[in-house]
């Protein structure tokens, strides 16, 4: 029964008891579907995160693998190898002439070590020999080291560094002499991306031969 106080009507307590009562539910559905919106948006992002990463990583490897004329590891035949070793012939952040670093790089690829505009091409003084860059998957961290272009001396390399973190998986498969299948995945959490590319190389014909004169152009600098 509604009350009356001066000839005007209002709620019984009963009656307001059972409006709180169902604000109150509206108000928790509504928290749960937002906070359960919060949760799926921090895990879209985290996961976006991881993606984001193991693609920039993958696509390093990838740039490596196409423009080498040498695959070390894996070996041919080999397969789930935790190492992936390949002569670099990609990098230009470095003046060849006085080993400086330079932005944007001097136009002429590091690996041409005698400025010959060959890279890769032996004689008998080895004034341009193989240089290789290396990933290794250690204790669940992706490291990598690659040649010192910041000296004179043809076979110094850059200690170990740490590329990429919350790596359970990091196989190369050698499929042929100039095929090689990458498969990298990260996890973090309850969040996991897996990449898998298969990458041939430009400059090693399938019968192990490379193509010692060709040197591919120059690409944006890359630093280690």
Same mark, same amino acid.
């Given at each position: 029964?509604?009350?009356?106080? &001066?000839?005007?009507?209002?709620?019984?307590?009963? /009656? =307001?008891?059972?409006?709180l009562? !169902?604000?109150?539910?509206?108000? @928790? +559905?509504?928290?749960?579907i937002?906070?359960?919106?919060?949760?799926?948006?921090?895990?879209?992002?985290?996961?976006?995160?991881?993606?984001d990463?193991a693609?920039?990583?993958?696509?390093r490897?990838?740039?490596?693998v196409?423009?080498?004329?040498?695959?070390?590891?894996?070996?041919?035949?080999?397969?789930?190898?935790?190492?992936?070793?390949?002569?670099?012939?990609?990098?230009?952040?470095?003046?060849?002439a006085?080993?400086?670093?330079v932005?944007?790089?001097?136009?002429?690829?590091?690996?041409?070590?005698?400025?010959? &505009?060959?890279?890769?091409?032996?004689?008998a003084? /080895? =004034?341009?020999?193989?240089?290789? !860059?290396?990933?290794?998957?250690? @204790? +669940?961290?992706?490291?990598t080291?690659g040649?010192?272009?910041?000296?004179?001396?043809?076979?110094?390399?850059?200690?170990?560094?740490?590329?990429?973190?919350n790596?359970?998986?990091?196989?190369?498969?050698?499929?042929?002499?100039?095929?090689?299948?990458?498969r990298?995945?990260?996890?973090r959490g309850?969040?996991?991306?897996t990449?898998?590319?298969r990458?041939?190389?430009?400059?090693?014909?399938?019968?192990?031969?490379?193509?010692?004169?060709?040197?591919?152009?120059?690409?944006?600098?890359?630093?280690?």
């Amino acid at each position: 029964m509604r009350s009356q106080l &001066g000839g005007k009507t209002g709620l019984t307590l009963f /009656e =307001l008891l059972v409006s709180l009562a !169902v604000v109150a539910l509206i108000m @928790g +559905g509504l928290h749960q579907i937002l906070t359960a919106s919060f949760a799926g948006y921090e895990d879209t992002k985290h996961k976006q995160r991881l993606l984001d990463t193991a693609g920039l990583v993958m696509g390093r490897m990838v740039l490596f693998v196409q423009e080498t004329d040498s695959i070390l590891r894996p070996a041919q035949g080999e397969t789930d190898s935790t190492v992936l070793k390949v002569s670099e012939r990609v990098l230009d952040t470095y003046d060849n002439a006085t080993h400086s670093y330079v932005v944007d790089g001097d136009g002429i690829p590091d690996a041409d070590n005698d400025c010959d &505009g060959v890279i890769n091409d032996y004689d008998a003084a /080895e =004034l341009d020999p193989r240089e290789y !860059v290396e990933f290794k998957l250690e @204790g +669940g961290i992706l490291h990598t080291r690659g040649p010192d272009y910041g000296t004179a001396d043809l076979y110094d390399v850059t200690p170990y560094r740490t590329l990429c973190e919350n790596v359970t998986v990091f196989q190369c498969d050698r499929l042929a002499e100039n095929l090689v299948e990458i498969r990298l995945t990260l996890t973090r959490g309850d969040n996991e991306v897996t990449l898998r590319s298969r990458v041939y190389s430009r400059n090693m014909l399938g019968g192990g031969q490379s193509l010692m004169d060709h040197t591919p152009p120059a690409p944006n600098p890359m630093t280690w």
